[in-house]
């Protein structure tokens, strides 16, 4: 099964707004394990950065300036969601943390250009996982990397392809095949062998003593109409 982790940054809360796309992150799984596959652009939103944006994720208007437009990324982008790494078409779940906001942003670029929107049919929303399944807790991508001791160490600021990295390994936790301090094998991978050597013992013995068969006997003198004597 193909899936695709995705995040996104923007400049803002609401597309209807006027606020655009500033990054798009990717990363490739196939039977919920990573493949090394990743899709990662900055974009130019051809706009400002409001402050209190580039606080989140750090990134300024004179950095995107040089960056690609939607419309220069966006075949490469989709080309990514459908196609497997021979090219092959294979249509892939995404998972996305707080799914509603990403695919708002990205439908906004899309219908832009005239292109089909993402459908939520086609989305997994980790978010509502970790709410379902731990009702009451924090269910942040923060929180959740500290709940499956996923190291996000690195995440000092919000980055779509870190946090697709982060997110990638709290899902495996959230669908129950995350383990603290579980070594996923990977194709390739040496392994070893252990051969532990049985060393054969002879059958301890176990007939009865002459006293135990005695008091046996008194025992069995001592029933009335045994059922193994009727008839």
């Known amino acids: 099964m193909r899936e695709i982790v995705l995040d996104t940054e923007t ?8 606020h655009r796309v500033v ?9 919920h394990v990573p493949t090394g596959r990743t899709f990662h652009e900055y974009i130019n939103p051809e706009r400002d950065m409001p402050e209190d944006a580039q606080r989140v994720h750090g ?9 690609p437009v939607f419309a220069e990324i966006v075949d ?3 080309d990514f969601l459908e196609h497997d790494a021979k090219g ?6 995404l998972v996305i943390h707080n799914a509603s906001f990403d695919v708002k942003f990205l439908n906004s670029e899309l219908q832009r250009l005239g292109h089909p929107p993402l459908v939520m049919d086609q989305v997994l929303d980790s978010l509502q996982m970790a709410r379902q399944r731990f ?38 936790g959230l669908i129950g095949g995350r383990q ?6 990977v194709e390739g991978a040496s392994t070893t062998t252990v051969v532990i050597e049985r060393i054969a013992r002879p059958a301890r013995p176990h007939a009865p003593s002459d006293a ?14 045994p059922i193994w004597l009727a008839e």
């Open 212 to 225: 135990e068969l005695a008091a046996h006997a008194a025992f069995l003198a001592t029933l009335k109409e």
């Open 88 to 93: 092959e078409p294979a249509p892939a779940r």
């Open 76 to 78: 490469a982008f989709l």
């Open 23 to 31: 990054e798009i992150g990717a990363v490739e799984l196939v039977n």
């Open 59 to 67: 990134l300024t208007s004179a950095f995107l300036a040089k960056k």
């Open 135 to 172: 009702p009451g807790a924090p269910a942040s991508l923060d929180a959740l990397c500290r709940r499956f001791e996923v190291d996000a160490t690195a995440r000092t600021l919000h980055g779509a392809l870190l946090d697709c990295q982060l997110l990638a390994e709290v899902y495996l």
């Open 180 to 185: 603290p301090d579980l070594a996923l094998v």
């Open 11 to 18: 400049t803002g809360l609401d597309p209807a707004d006027g």
